[in-house]
């Protein structure tokens, strides 16, 4: 079974330039979730995908910040204009079903460098 | 509202030592707890989950952990440690309901010493 797929591995921008992530899930998993990991910190949730629809985007930055995920597979996310402090690992993941009890299975990351 | 606090952002063993990873938790409803491991430069891959069943779970690699209510706690552990098991380590929390978003602890970064 194929795992989550992220695209690119890394990435270097000044700031407030734009930048977009992508994100294969694991085939037939609905939720698919958004974190940003700054270095020395756990993930933070940014977003999260039940199919098509958005569940929790609470904590998305959304003046800059934007995801979609339009026929509930594969998802992007974008940062238009970047700042400094968006320097992060950004990890994508998904799972089967979006109760609390399941596992999330992670990509690889996406690593921000934003100069 | 649920929150994870890890204790020691860096723990050093000995090649065969006992490995204790220490993590409390705090939640509204009664919580599922995770433990993660992260490579560098990889994603999370998880360790073990206590998901209400029994208190003691094991999971892959020889870890396991130990789920005490009274104490608000899910400590990892390992018997015998391996230069392999060099990693960070997160432990998460989640609920049910409107509390199933995963919370993660700061992580705990494990040296294993030869």
């Known amino acids: 079974e194929a795992g989550v797929a992220q695209s690119p591995r890394y990435k270097i921008i000044e700031k407030r330039q734009s930048v977009a992530f992508w994100c294969n899930p694991i085939s037939g998993h609905a939720t698919l979730y958004w974190y940003q990991q700054i270095l020395g910190q756990g993930p933070k949730l940014l977003i999260q995908f039940q199919n098509n629809g958005v569940v929790d985007d609470s904590q998305l930055p959304k003046d800059r910040f934007s995801a979609e995920r339009l026929k509930g597979v594969d998802s992007t996310l974008k940062i238009q204009p970047a700042k400094l402090e968006d320097s992060a690992v950004y990890l994508c993941a998904s799972s089967s079903t979006g109760t609390g009890m399941n596992e999330q299975f992670f990509g690889p990351g996406t690593r921000l460098t934003v100069l | 509202a649920q929150s994870v606090t890890q204790l020691g952002s860096h723990v050093s063993v000995s090649e065969g030592a006992l490995v204790l990873l220490r993590c409390n938790y705090s939640?509204?409803?009664?919580?599922?707890l995770f433990w993660y491991v992260q490579y560098p430069n990889q994603g999370l891959q998880l360790l073990l989950k206590y998901t209400s069943a029994a208190t003691l779970v094991k999971g892959i690699n020889g870890f396991e952990a130990e789920f005490k209510k009274s104490e608000t706690s899910f400590h990892l552990t390992k018997p015998s440690a391996h230069m392999s098991d060099a990693a960070e380590y997160f432990c998460?929390?989640?609920?049910?309901?409107?509390?199933?978003?995963?919370?993660f602890g700061s992580g705990t970064q494990l040296t294993v010493l030869p």
């Open positions: 939640s509204s409803v009664p919580p599922y």
């Open positions: 998460a929390v989640s609920g049910s309901g409107s509390a199933r978003q995963l919370t």
